[in-house]
């Protein structure tokens, strides 16, 4: 069967034709689509804000001091340290000849932790004695010379010239001048003597060095055999002999920022939280805030007690403390005359931030000034009132004007 050909190109579509048909679809097409998203914002815009209620949830704009008893304010790390603590060692330089003592070991005060060569020590206290013994004896010597040269009461012999008298006189007192002085020296060598002998007893005592207090020997650095330098000479190779701490009075020290530190106070109850126990919380109390700050850091430093030890706490342990609103605190006056709300209230950024309150079964826009955060609660400086109900949460995003309810 023949192919007319004259038809076929008949059936031919014009690639011009289709190019212009297809872009006149296209353009049809985008404009219809905006039109509907137009719609439909202007729609959804229109039931918000008069006809749909939107469920939210809302809290009261209350002062800084209107947390709960117990509430925990903000939290700082740390460490547990020692109030006790010390670095026993040497008051004098010697040979160790002996350290009974090993690390981990309860002492008791007065407890011998180490002891030194005291031989040269012993020598020198036996030579005092002897000292003291040799000069007590010339005491009685002078003694029994002073007594032999009292006067013996005479008569006046009237044949012997009145010269002749008064020379024996004076030269029997000038030897009792004289008795008396060598008494007094023998009296103030033995004094000298005696207080020789203290100072020898002294040095052999330090030849054994003792526990300072009761505690834990946590380190021990020297050794039998090893010579120890004394810490007042100044010597690098005064180590000491250990270290001990008095597991009695551990407590910890946190780093609160600059910004908390008017919220904490003396007495203050506390949660502390060890990293190596996360689920023990240990109650404790705020005893102390140092009398400057850290610069560099920009904090405080603060110190908290444990209400009650346990052996699981040991120094250097790393710390949480969460500071605690007291049930009887009056905050002070700056801080009352801030309100709080959660930070999850807020919105906005640089372009300034607002919240939403709650007025007349409403959503409004308020715009705010915030100001420092407190765990998960900001400071609201300006823009509130007093137990306002701001929004912190709702089912659908919210516009100025939305109907509301509040989820009881």
Not at 380 to 399: E, K, N
């Amino acid at each position: 069967m023949a192919i007319n050909r004259d038809a076929l190109n008949a059936l031919r579509l014009d690639p011009e034709t289709v190019h212009r048909s297809g872009r006149r679809w296209r353009r049809a097409w985008c404009i219809a689509l905006a039109a509907a998203a137009l719609a439909a914002i202007a729609v959804s815009v229109d039931l918000l804000r008069s006809g749909d209620t939107v469920t939210v949830q809302t809290v009261a704009a209350a002062p800084a001091g209107g947390e709960a008893a117990g509430a925990p304010l903000f939290s700082a790390s740390g460490y547990v340290v020692a109030g006790r603590r010390a670095r026993v060692a040497a008051q004098v330089s010697g040979l160790i000849v002996e350290v009974p003592v090993k690390q981990g070991m309860s002492v008791r005060a007065g407890q011998v932790l180490a002891r030194l060569d005291d031989q040269a020590a012993r020598a020198r206290l036996a030579m005092a004695r002897n000292q003291l013994r040799s000069d007590e004896s010339l005491v009685q010597e002078a003694q029994a010379k002073l007594a032999a040269d009292q006067p013996a009461p005479q008569r006046q012999n009237p044949g012997q010239p009145q010269a002749q008298t008064r020379a024996n006189s004076d030269a029997a007192q000038a030897a009792l001048a004289m008795d008396t002085a060598v008494l007094e020296h023998a009296r103030r060598q033995v004094r000298v003597d005696r207080d020789g002998l203290r100072l020898a007893q002294v040095r052999l005592d330090y030849t054994v060095i003792r526990a300072p207090f009761a505690g834990v020997v946590m380190r021990i650095y020297a050794h039998p055999g090893e010579i120890t330098a004394s810490p007042v000479t100044g010597a690098s190779a005064a180590r000491g002999i250990c270290t001990l701490v008095d597991m009695r009075s551990l407590r910890m020290d946190v780093n609160v920022d600059e910004a908390y530190i008017r919220r904490v106070y003396t007495g203050q109850p506390a949660d502390a939280v060890l990293d190596a126990y996360p689920d023990w919380h240990i109650p404790a109390q705020v005893i102390g805030v140092a009398p400057s700050a850290d610069r560099e850091q920009g904090s405080v430093g603060v110190r908290v007690a444990f209400d009650r030890l346990d052996p699981r706490i040991l120094p250097q342990m790393s710390v949480q403390v969460r500071f605690l609103q007291a049930a009887r605190h009056l905050p002070d006056p700056v801080a009352a005359r801030e309100l709080r709300i959660p930070e999850s209230a807020l919105h906005g950024a640089d372009g300034g931030s607002y919240v939403f309150v709650v007025e007349h079964g409403r959503a409004e826009r308020v715009p705010v000034k915030p100001g420092d955060l407190e765990g998960d609660r900001i400071a609201i400086l300006t823009g509130l009132r007093r137990g306002q109900r701001v929004v912190v949460s709702a089912a659908a995003p919210l516009v100025a004007g939305t109907a509301v309810r509040v989820k009881p």
